[in-house]
């Protein structure tokens, strides 16, 4: 190098120094920067206020190892050299001759010596390269020259741009290394879309090698199936700067067709410019395939859910309702929408309605239920308020999370009517008999009627039941029968005038009359005994032979009757 090459850089010297001299003198173009002190000079180096500084040799050298500046290094000799010479003082001239031949008897091997000593001295180590270099300092001979030293100092600011280069190279080899091994392939094309790189699971998943794929366009693996709207939304968004995301259906090299998630991002310049795009795609085929065969699944069981002829219904482990399947509306009345949301409870009478969270919530804790993996038959409410016989199984699933239970509940009140309706034919055939066994046994007419009292009490389940016949007067009508819990005919009901009280009216009016709410019935005037029997429905009959009026059959039940009874009674009077 030269001392030209240091021309646009601030050089330091020594004020008024003949370093300083020369240099004005021969290269008039340096920004030279003068300091008092060499020390000084030395300093504003080491932190950046002067680029270069240059002196002689050995006070350089010397001022560097005193003050341990490891920041600065001599780097290289200029063209000027000087001899020093020795003084003395006048009152010891002899010195001069011991001077003298001291320098003489110098060696090569010495002066070689001393010179590697110097030049070890003020080469510091460092731990960076340095980015420029432009000469070199050595001291010549025995004398001592005066060198031009050229001497820089370590650039902070370069020693952070190569630590971030450094940095930046190793994350470009990571992502290099992450990218060839990626499990999603990587497809990186030009802003017009020609591929310029792809990864190896690119080609494991299409088919098509590096080689086939590079300097194609994407659309080598379209099937056609996508409209060319969808294309051009991906196309409008890319070029806008933005992400696309989406699925694609794509084909492979061997005209298999296969599902990619893809992710597709635009790369800019330092200006902002688009000048690729990266995608990052994963093949979806078998995730499709699974997802398709779940809709399937559901699809088909929805359909038998929402045709099943009994009711579907879903709850969680908290009693709400997640499921009502259209069975289930039209036997509780209730629309899904009223329902889903609400717990279940609503579906059910006392006692079971207060006591449905507690029965969930013991299940939970002990793991053990009455009702699962059994059908059994239950009571339950509708929307209307009225209560139904059901039939209801219940089985639970076990999720991931959560626990689910479901019941399918069937309406049986037509069974049970038929039931009832059995039991009744049963009822009527055996209390036929009883009572055509009654007039053929029995000659007397009172005789034969409490018989017929104890078959209405043994089969119709009387609490207890009477039969009044008509006066020879027709005024009223008189007690010939009892049968039950009570047996006596006389006292108060011995005789009832007609037209009074329930059986007169009934005898009177020619009309039958069923009631299962006692307590509420105009035509029942001691409600305070039937309250304190337990008394809950009354049925009445009167007995017509050839439209005249002979008189009536009664009972009292402390359960609810069927509207059959009636005809049952009816077939009674007949015989």
Not at 159 to 176: D, M, N, P, W
Not at 450 to 476: K, M, P, Y
Not at 496 to 524: C, W, Y
Request: hydrophobic share 40%.
């Amino acid at each position: 190098g030269s001392i030209e090459g240091l021309e646009g850089y601030r050089v330091g010297v020594v004020k008024d120094y003949y370093t300083e001299d020369i240099l004005r003198q021969d290269h008039p173009n340096l920004e030279l920067v003068t300091y008092p002190t060499l020390e000084e000079a030395l300093q504003a180096l080491d932190v950046g206020r002067i680029d270069a500084f240059i002196d002689n040799m050995i006070t350089i050298s010397q001022e560097i190892a005193r003050s341990g500046l490891e920041n600065i290094r001599v780097s290289a000799s200029t063209e000027y050299t000087f001899g020093l010479s020795l003084g003395v003082r006048k009152d010891l001239p002899e010195l001069i001759g011991i001077l003298n031949k001291a320098i003489d008897d110098i060696s090569s091997q010495e002066r070689a010596a001393i010179k590697s000593t110097w030049m070890s001295d003020v080469e510091v180590k460092v731990r960076f390269d340095i980015k420029a270099i432009l000469v070199w300092a050595i001291p010549i001979g025995g004398s001592v020259f005066l060198i031009l030293a050229f001497v820089i100092v370590w650039n902070r600011k370069l020693g952070r741009e190569i630590t971030e280069r450094k940095r930046t190279e190793e994350q470009l080899r990571k992502l290099s290394s992450a990218t060839e091994n990626s499990p999603a392939s990587v497809v990186v094309t030009a802003k017009d879309g020609t591929i310029e790189y792809v990864n190896p699971t690119f080609s494991e998943v299409t088919g098509y090698s590096a080689d086939e794929a590079v300097g194609q366009n994407p659309s080598v693996l379209k099937t056609g199936d996508l409209p060319e709207s969808f294309y051009k939304e991906l196309w409008d968004t890319i070029l806008s700067g933005d992400i696309w995301r989406g699925e694609f259906i794509n084909r492979k090299k061997s005209g298999e067709e296969f599902w990619e998630s893809a992710s597709i991002s635009p790369i800019v310049n330092n200006e902002g410019e688009i000048t690729h795009f990266v995608a990052v795609k994963e093949d979806i085929t078998e995730r499709k395939r699974i997802e398709e065969e779940k809709r399937v699944h559901a699809a088909r069981t929805r359909a038998i859910v929402d045709h099943a002829a009994d009711g579907i219904i879903t709850i969680n482990e908290q009693g709400v309702i997640e499921e009502f399947n259209p069975a289930a509306e039209r036997i509780f009345g209730y629309k899904a929408p009223e329902v889903v949301g609400q717990n279940v409870n609503i579906l059910m009478p006392e006692p079971h309605h207060s006591r449905h969270d507690r029965y969930v919530q013991n299940y939970l804790n002990a793991g053990k239920a009455k009702i699962l993996g059994s059908a059994r038959e239950m009571i339950a409410r509708r929307k209307d308020g009225t209560t139904f016989p059901i039939y209801l199984a219940v089985s639970d699933v076990q999720l991931k999370d959560r626990r689910l239970f479901t019941g399918i509940v069937r309406d049986i009140s037509e069974l049970k009517q038929a039931e009832i309706q059995i039991k009744v034919r049963s009822k009527l055939m055996a209390l036929g008999a009883d009572v055509g066994r009654a007039n053929t046994e029995h000659n007397d007419l009172q005789s034969m009627l409490e018989h017929c009292a104890e078959a209405i009490v043994d089969h119709l389940g009387a609490a207890f039941a009477r039969i009044w016949t008509l006066s020879n007067d027709e005024q009223s009508l008189e007690l010939q029968a009892s049968a039950g819990l009570y047996t006596h005919i006389d006292g108060a009901h011995g005789r009832i005038p007609m037209g009074k009280f329930k059986i007169g009216r009934i005898a009177q009016e020619r009309i039958s009359h069923l009631t299962n709410d006692v307590q509420n019935d105009s035509r029942v005037s001691d409600k305070a005994w039937a309250e304190r029997e337990g008394m809950v429905s009354f049925a009445g009959y009167p007995l017509i032979v050839q439209d005249r009026i002979l008189g009536v059959m009664a009972m009292f039940a402390r359960q609810p009757l069927p509207e059959t009874v009636l005809d049952t009674l009816g077939s009674v009077a007949t015989q």
